[in-house]
């Protein structure tokens, strides 16, 4: 057992974002607006997702719509565990897909989130938990309820915090010195608390307009300024927003997120 006084012990993975856009996706269908049709790439952004990923594991925080593309263009060979921000499409509709690591691992994937979330993942994904056929096989996912307590994924230590997206309770979670919350327009007391002293910080910041359910930049800001990071991050962007643009408004430290964007961190083993 771990004293009080013994240093963290820590693992070292490499945060990449596989999307940075809000659930329409960057360039919008139909649109042909000047980010839509822009050629810098960092304005292209798939649905919002991160992977956390060394040599022994990795991590997936949402698997949405564009999952399949991203797993082939980040070549994500293997998959330990799935954490679930919530239940909409955009970030739980790649499942299906996970079918191909079972086969290629011969195991399970543990998935992590709220209670209401895997409740609304049985719903919608009846067939994997009531199988009619076996067909081409459906994924074997073990569901694992969170709570507000720390947790074990993946051999790692995961704090969960609740934000509100809108009326609808949306799970951020804490890895050791990172910080990710997604699709948030009211980030409570207690989720900034358990977020204060994280080096880096991905947060959502759909655009400058006011949004019912989704943080403004500006809101986003001033919600990083209050858990304090080195380097904050936004995410969940909408098309209104353009990558060079924006950053020359931000403070400095923050920028918009973009595809492909990676980091180290160092997060806490579970002991």
Not at 112 to 121: H, N, P, R
Not at 188 to 201: H, M, S
């Amino acid at each position: 057992m771990t004293s009080p006084n013994s240093p963290l012990l820590t693992e070292s993975f490499r945060v990449t974002v596989l999307g940075s856009g809000t659930s329409a996706g960057v360039p919008v269908m139909t649109c042909d607006c000047p980010v839509c049709t822009s050629s810098d790439p960092r304005n292209h952004r798939l649905r919002s997702s991160i992977m956390l990923r060394n040599a022994e594991k990795t991590i997936l925080v949402d698997c949405g719509s564009d999952f399949r593309q991203q797993a082939l263009q980040w070549k994500i060979q293997r998959l330990d565990a799935l954490l679930l921000t919530h239940s909409h499409s955009d970030h739980i509709s790649g499942i299906d897909d996970l079918r191909i690591y079972n086969w290629k691992q011969g195991c399970t994937i543990d998935t992590f989130g709220s209670a209401q979330t895997l409740s609304d993942l049985k719903q919608r994904f009846s067939y994997i938990f009531s199988p009619l056929q076996e067909g081409g096989g459906v994924p074997q996912i073990d569901l694992r309820t969170i709570a507000a307590q720390p947790f074990n994924a993946a051999g790692l230590k995961v704090m969960p915090m609740e934000v509100m997206h809108g009326k609808l309770p949306v799970t951020g979670f804490r890895f050791g010195n990172f910080g990710y919350v997604t699709d948030a327009s009211h980030v409570p007391d207690d989720a900034i608390e358990k977020l204060k002293g994280v080096r880096y910080l991905i947060l959502n910041a759909l655009r400058w307009r006011p949004h019912p359910t989704h943080l403004t930049v500006d809101e986003a800001i001033a919600v990083a300024k209050r858990i304090g990071p080195e380097r904050a991050w936004f995410t969940h962007i909408t098309h209104d927003l353009d990558h060079e643009e924006t950053n020359a408004k931000l403070p400095k430290g923050y920028e918009l997120a973009h595809d492909g964007l990676e980091f180290d961190v160092e997060a806490e083993r579970n002991t």
